[in-house]
T-cell receptor, first 117, second 114 residues
Framework: AQKVTQAQTEISVVEKEDVTLDCVYE???????LFWYKQPPSGELVFLIR??????QNEISGRYSWNFQKSTSSFNFTITASQVVDSAVYFC??????????????FGIGTKLQVIP | DAGVTQSPTHLIKTRGQHVTLRCSPI?????VSWYQQVLGQGPQFIFQ???????GRGNFPDRFSARQFPNYSSELNVNALLLGDSALYLC?????????????FGSGTRLTVV
């Protein structure tokens, strides 16, 4: 069974600080995808990144960066120089194909990030 | 282009009643997925539909059903509502079924069962 653990339920940082959100996953498959989504108070899930299991390159997009390490089954997300607009709940998710070849997605419980001005 | 639209945005129902939630995918997207998000939890997968056929189902009771129409819009139906069905119901669309899970989500329908 697949599982996603986000051990940090809530984090508070002061604006301009860097913050890392942790994500640890479990899967028996060798082919899978990992995601991060942002959920602002308005409720919609905003896609941030997708990473497949064969691509361990870290990625940077502006103030956002992701560190994928298969050896530790982790896919951590760092926000550099945090801003108040970064305040939201962030979800890590794991997707793998079921027996029918269709993607089955498991989300973590989410980490609520509060950036204090 | 319009994103994924869901209606209604909020709904209050009584235990035992039935509810229908609606979702219109992004134009050109043929796959729609439904998720339930209970307060304080991550979204849980309920259904995926593609070309009007069910392609995936999560661990939800038979009280939950869905369908997809020729225009690719979708309805989620829940019968015999329980208090525990109170949640945010999210719809996501994607172009294909074996493509990655829909990563364009709507804003959701918040269902409260009293």
């Amino acid at each position: 069974a697949q599982k996603v653990t986000q051990a940090q339920t809530e984090i508070s940082v002061v604006e301009k600080e860097d913050v890392t959100l942790d994500c640890v996953y479990e899967t028996r498959d060798t082919t899978y995808y990992l995601f991060w989504y942002k959920q602002p108070p308005s409720g919609e899930l905003v896609f941030l990144i997708r990473r497949n299991s064969f691509d361990e390159q870290n990625e940077i997009s502006g103030r956002y960066s992701w560190n994928f390490q298969k050896s530790t089954s982790s896919f951590n997300f760092t926000i550099t120089a945090s801003q108040v607009v970064d305040s939201a709940v962030y979800f890590c998710a794991l997707s793998e194909a079921d027996s029918g070849g269709y993607q089955k997605v498991t989300f973590g419980i989410g980490t609520k990030l509060q950036v204090i001005p | 282009d319009a994103g994924v639209t869901q209606s209604p945005t909020h709904l209050i129902k009584t235990r035992g009643q039935h509810v229908t939630l609606r979702c219109s995918p992004i134009s050109g997207h043929k796959s729609v997925s439904w998720y339930q998000q209970v307060l304080g939890q991550g979204p849980q997968f309920i259904f995926q539909y593609y070309e009007k056929e069910e392609r995936g189902r999560g661990n939800f009771p038979d009280r939950f059903s869905a369908r997809q129409f020729p225009n690719y819009s979708s309805e989620l139906n829940v019968n015999a509502l329980l208090l525990g069905d109170s949640a945010l119901y999210l719809c996501a669309s994607s172009p294909f079924t074996t493509d990655l899970p829909g990563y364009t989500f709507g804003s959701g329908t918040r269902l409260t069962v009293v």
